[in-house]
Every structure is written in structure tokens, then in C-alpha cells.
């Protein structure tokens, strides 16, 4: 067996299952396709929670920093 690296082939070995003893569960391939679209959405929305972050970070440390500098003068 492969590894398996996508949704796409996920669901591609999936139907190849459902070919070999001749059977189908839509329910269940629509409950993987559902879950993949879910992964997507939450990666989507930790890679911009993550670059908010970042930012914020970045922008606290630069007050910060104008802070310090403000209260040495």
C-alpha cells in the first residue's frame, strides 16, 4: 500500500474498494469528501490565525520598542 497524500487519492482508493466487493456506501464517501473540505477550511484558517499572529507580534514589538526608546529620552 501507498501512502496516501491527499483527499483526492483518499477517495480514488476508497471507490477502488467499493469496485472490488462490488458495493457502494455514498454516505460514507460523502462523509470523506466532507471531512477533506473541513481539513482545507481548517488549514486555511490557522495559516491566516498564524500570519494574524505574526503580525501582532510584530507590531507589539515595535511599540514596545518605541516605548522604551520614548521613556530613555
Not at 477533506?36 to 511599540?63: F, G, V
Amino acid at each position: 500500500m501507498s501512502t496516501i497524500h491527499n483527499s483526492e487519492q483518499a477517495v480514488t482508493r476508497l471507490e477502488s474498494l467499493f469496485q472490488k466487493c462490488n458495493e457502494r456506501d455514498e454516505a460514507l464517501l460523502a462523509h470523506v469528501k466532507q471531512l477533506a473540505l473541513e481539513n482545507e477550511q481548517l488549514k486555511r484558517t490557522l495559516h491566516k490565525l498564524r500570519a494574524s499572529s505574526a503580525m501582532k507580534q510584530n507590531t507589539t514589538s515595535t511599540m514596545h520598542s518605541k516605548l522604551t526608546d520614548a521613556l530613555r529620552e
